[in-house]
Structures are given as C-alpha cells and as structure tokens.
C-alpha cells in the first residue's frame, strides 16, 4: 500500500518508516500541509495521512473520492479538522483514540507550574546572572480550586496530577463518568458554578459546536478575578480575543495556551525571521503572565510510537478487513467502534 502523508516534519519519519516497514505499508513524505492547493499530490495512493492542521474539508474530499482516494488516517485524537458529514460515503476517516493522555496533561501541568512560579521569567534572568527575586512571586497549588471541563482520557489524568498537588477538581462534562466523582476532592458541578469557583480552568473536551468558544466573554464575566486559563485540547474552545481584554482588564491572571484558534497558518513553523501577521497572537504573547507553546502537548518519544504504530496498523487493518475500530463516522455519531465498521 501506499499512503501520502502530508505536513511531515523531521520527528515523524523514523518511527513511521520503521512501522510501515513492518505492515507493508510505504508512505510518501510531503512537507506541505493537506489542503485544496495540494490534494493533488494524493493522485495515484491508497490513502493519505493527516495531522491537526491539514484541511479536510468538504472540495479536499470531492478531490479525494475522485481520484479513488478513499481512506483518511488521521495521526491524531480530534478531528475538527474534517468535515465529517462530507466525508460519509466518501472516505473513511481512521484516527488515533490515544496514544498517551500523560504527554498532553503532564505538559498541561509543567505550563501551569512555569506560569505561576515565574520560571519562564527566572530562566533567562539567571540565563543573564540576574538573581534578583523582584516580581517571581507565585502561588501555592495545594489547596486552590481548578475546574476540568472534559473529564476524558487526558482530563482523567490530568485531575489525578492535580489531586497530587492537594488541589480540589471542579469536573464538568457533557456526559459525566461515573466513577469519578468522589463528592470530596472531585465533584461534578455545573459550567457556572465553575466558573465562579475555580482558581484555575484547563480544557480537556473535544472541539464541537457546542464547546466553541467555551471560554468566551461571558464564561470570564463569570470566572474569578486572577483565573488562570490552561488550554491544551484547541485553540478555538478559547475566543483568543475575549482573553487578551480579560487580560488587559486583570480580570485574567494568567494564560497557557498550547493550542491557538488560528494556529494552523503559523504552528509548526519558524516565523522568527518574519512580520508576525496575526496581531491577537502577537500581543498575546508580548503579555509577562501568558505562556504559548506550538501544539506540542503530544511530543512525547512515547507519544509519537503510539501515533506511528496505531496509524498503521489502523492502515493495515482497514485494508485487510474493511474493518477498524478506530473508524469514525458521521452515521454513528462520530464515535469509536463504528457499528458495522463501514458504514457506507
Ligand atoms: P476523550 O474523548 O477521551 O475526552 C473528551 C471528553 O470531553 C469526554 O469525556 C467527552 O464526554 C467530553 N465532552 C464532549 N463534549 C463535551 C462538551 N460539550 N462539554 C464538555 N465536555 C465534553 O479525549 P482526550 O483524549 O481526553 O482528548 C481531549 C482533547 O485533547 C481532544 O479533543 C483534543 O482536542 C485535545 N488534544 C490535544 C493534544 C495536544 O497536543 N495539545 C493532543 C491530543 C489531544
């Protein structure tokens, strides 16, 4: 089989050689992103390989279906990306479940630990021989509220991280699990009683017309004066203008952002030398009390076997039997385990 593999970047190739090797599978690096311009480069594969920020939408999978092209392995958890309802009865859209919900809660937590210990600002003061204290102040975690909205695979763990630090987990979700809430250190509550609760927020649930947007104007009027915002899940759960004005105002303490709403025109890519466009970005990142890393939850060496090897044996496995549990689709409410495996 041969697969198209789109917005490669050096830290993909050896563990996806290394797979494919070993299922038959031969994958051809394209550094440029997935999108209308470039689909043609898919003519004559099996099947492409996608990540976060490759287009799929409704044009990229007509192009697609009509050069036969019918199986989308997505190297990732979200699929926002896809035009789900488009693609039914065009491609069938593989993806990975999980592949270490520890890479992106333990770097939700080493941003919130950077943030308010003041370590980003320490490290190039001492960087410099400055070992002044003025202005490190931080706060202890032990005791403090935060508030996990999407109590899933990377949300569970990391509420167990926090627990940890002796802090106190708000829960919220749109389909609340069963086992968690503990009416002591974790507690399933509303949207606005965690708002008006919680010292700190991180986002853990998927990007949907529901969540959009999530952490908006209103949800900070709510919020208590100093939250601290985490968002590690996408970009556009946060209006990144709402929070630069809550941050302006003080209203919001501070902010760590893994993941940005317009994040696909720079993220993963070297701007240094350029004109930062984007003016929201820019001056959040100018701010002492926000901290942006690319989309790089996920960069873990254990993470990116994971994703190598579930993305190809999810290939294989479709190719051989028709059939994947990791196939989403649209029919079946995007979720694992597609009733029938094919649904169309
Ligand atoms: P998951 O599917 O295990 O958990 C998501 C949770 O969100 C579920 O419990 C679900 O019920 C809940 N949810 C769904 N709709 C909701 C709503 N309207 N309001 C509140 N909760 C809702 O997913 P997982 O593996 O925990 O991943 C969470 C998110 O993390 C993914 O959707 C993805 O966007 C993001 N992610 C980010 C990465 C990064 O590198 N920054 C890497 C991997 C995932």
Redesign the pocket.
């Known amino acids: 089989m041969k697969i198209a593999f789109f917005d490669t970047k050096p830290y993909d190739k050896p563990s996806f050689e290394k797979y494919g090797k070993d299922y038959g599978i031969k994958f051809k690096f394209f550094e440029t992103k997935l999108n209308e311009d470039t689909v043609d480069l898919a003519q004559g594969y099996d099947g492409v390989c996608a990540f976060v920020n490759d287009t799929v939408n409704s044009a990229v999978i007509d192009r697609l279906n009509d050069m036969k092209v019918n199986i989308l392995a997505l190297r990732?958890?979200?699929f926002n990306n896809v035009d789900m309802k488009h693609a039914y009865g065009k491609l069938h859209v593989l993806r990975v479940p999980?592949y270490s919900?520890y890479a992106?809660a333990e770097h939700a937590m080493a941003l919130l630990l950077t943030s308010i210990r003041r370590i980003h600002k320490a490290y190039i003061r001492t960087k410099d021989f400055n070992f002044s204290l003025s202005g490190l102040t931080g706060f202890d975690l032990y005791g403090k509220t935060v508030g996990v909205?999407?109590?899933?695979?990377?949300?569970r763990v990391f509420i167990d991280i926090c627990r940890g630090f002796g802090m106190k987990v708000l829960a919220?979700?749109?389909?609340p699990a069963k086992d968690l809430d503990n009416s002591d250190t974790v507690r399933y509550v509303e949207l606005d009683e965690l708002f008006a609760n919680s010292d700190i927020i991180s986002l853990?649930?998927?990007?949907?017309e529901?969540?959009h947007h999530i952490i908006g104007r209103e949800a900070l009027d709510k919020c208590k004066r100093g939250v601290v915002i985490l968002n590690?899940?996408?970009g556009a759960l946060v209006d990144a203008e709402a929070l630069l004005e809550g941050i302006k105002s003080r209203k919001v303490g501070a902010a760590c952002l893994?993941?940005y709403e317009e994040e696909s025109d720079f993220f993963f890519e070297d701007f240094s030398g350029h004109i930062m466009e984007d003016d929201t970005l820019a001056r959040l990142i100018t701010m002492p009390n926000v901290i942006v890393t690319s989309?790089q939850?996920?960069l873990t060496e254990e993470a990116l076997e994971n994703i190598a090897e579930t993305t190809v044996r999810n290939i294989a496995e479709f190719a051989e039997t028709k059939h994947c549990p990791n196939e989403l689709c649209y029919r079946c409410g995007n979720t694992e385990d597609c009733k029938d495996g094919k649904c169309f």
Not at 149 to 155: L, M
Not at 172 to 175: E, I, Q, T
């Open positions: 990732c958890a979200g999980a919900p992106v909205i999407g109590t899933g695979r990377i949300g919220y979700d749109k389909f853990h649930c998927p990007l949907t529901d969540t590690t899940s996408r893994d993941v989309h939850a996920f």
